[in-house]
């Protein structure tokens, strides 16, 4: 079993940066796929970022492509999204999610989930 936990969440105002942390435990976490999932009010959850396990392979969705960083410390077992240049439609429920492959993560395959961070952009 693998646990994630999520923090960095919080209010920021349009054009700001925050940066989300995901400790993960119970497993090593090298042996992972991890990502990043998101879901506003109202909506659907959707796929933000997916990194592979070495780190060498990552995907973004369009709408974050060059403004959102997916990264991760296999030693320290910490997954990392950075991200700049918010926009008020980047507001959402941000969501870790671990699984045997980023390709899978991509098309919203998981087997594990975190309980989320709330991220809140003000225009």
Known sequence: QVQLVESGGGLVQAGGSLRLSCAASGRTLS???MGWFRQAPGK???FVAA???SGITRYYVDSVKGRFTISRDNAKKMVY???DSLKPEDTAVY???GGPRANS???G???YWGQGTQVTVSS
Do not use: F, G, V
């Open 31 to 33: 042996t992972l796929a």
């Open 109 to 111: 395959n998981s087997d």
């Open 105 to 107: 993560l991509r098309l």
């Open 44 to 46: 659907e959850r959707e």
């Open 95 to 97: 969501y870790c999610a």
């Open 81 to 83: 999204l950075q991200m």
């Open 51 to 53: 990194i592979s396990t």
